[in-house]
């Protein structure tokens, strides 16, 4: 039996991922930090699709936790992992709030890199597999702290992506904007400025970075518009991306908007 695995399962775009894998009939391990959300989510996805569904609990902000998973994808029978988890980073880089920061890095950096090497290995002997980092398309700016953290969690994937080409491992960064989820009001996000043609749908990017992911595909990026804003922000000089995002921040007022974990 395969599994996949999905960090941050419980809600948000983690969520839909294991809405749309269980309906697909994948087997699945969920990851997050509240026991009775994944208690709730399992007995919801176990009873709507039949599929067998772990739970583990743990908090990707702590090692020891990240050890833990790291164990458990080291067993061999994942299959596909989903390096979802993530909160909102709002705190500037210069007199901010450095244990948030170490924290959202452990998170959103360094956890998806742990759990990525625990899992390569057996996906690589058997000739298949698929890690999949939800990131951000604010990775391709510049910012604040969260997209400086997104931009690392890109680079991590396509440097992850080249490593095992040829070994039937696909390795995807989703790129999603701002989605409708609560993310934004668990971290305290608010949305005054953001155009409502740019909220993407969270079961609509989980449908997008699925079949990108299966296609092969390192980079996803879901909807037209955010398609069309990536490639202006990858084909413009540096200094144009720091205006851009200098105009961005000050116009939605939001600085850690993009892709929800």
């Given at each position: ?61 702590e ?79 510049r ?43 668990r ?13 993407l ?27 069309v ?11 144009a991306v ?20």
């Amino acid at each position: 039996m395969r599994f996949a695995l999905i960090t941050g399962g419980t809600s948000g775009i983690g969520l839909s991922f294991a809405r749309a894998l269980a309906r697909d009939g994948a087997s699945l391990v969920l990851v997050a930090r509240d026991r009775a959300r994944l208690d709730a989510v399992a007995d919801e996805l176990r009873g709507a699709h039949g599929v067998p569904v772990e739970t583990l609990v743990a908090d990707l902000a702590e090692r020891d936790d990240q050890a833990r998973v790291a164990k458990r994808l080291g067993a061999g029978d994942i299959d596909t992992l989903v390096n979802n988890a993530g909160f909102s980073l709002k705190t500037p880089l210069v007199g901010g709030d450095d244990a948030l920061a170490d924290a959202a890095y452990e998170v959103m950096g360094r956890a998806p890199r742990v759990l990525a090497s625990a899992v390569a290995p057996a996906m690589r002997e058997r000739g298949e597999g698929w890690i999949i980092n939800v990131v951000s398309v604010s990775a391709l700016t510049r910012q604040d702290s969260y997209s400086a953290l997104k931009a690392y969690a890109l680079a991590l994937t396509e440097v992850l992506a080249l490593e095992l080409t040829g070994t039937g491992v696909n390795v995807t960064a989703v790129l999603p904007g701002w989605t409708r989820t609560e993310f934004h009001s668990r971290g305290g996000s608010g949305r005054k400025g953001v155009p409502g043609f740019l909220w993407l749908d969270a079961d609509r990017v989980t449908e997008v970075a699925l079949a990108d992911a299966r296609a092969g595909h390192v980079i996803s990026i879901p909807s037209k518009r955010y398609k069309v804003a990536a490639a202006v922000l990858q084909l413009l000089p540096n200094a144009a991306v720091r205006e851009v995002s200098r105009r961005i921040k000050g116009k939605t007022k939001t600085p850690s908007e993009g892709a929800v974990s």
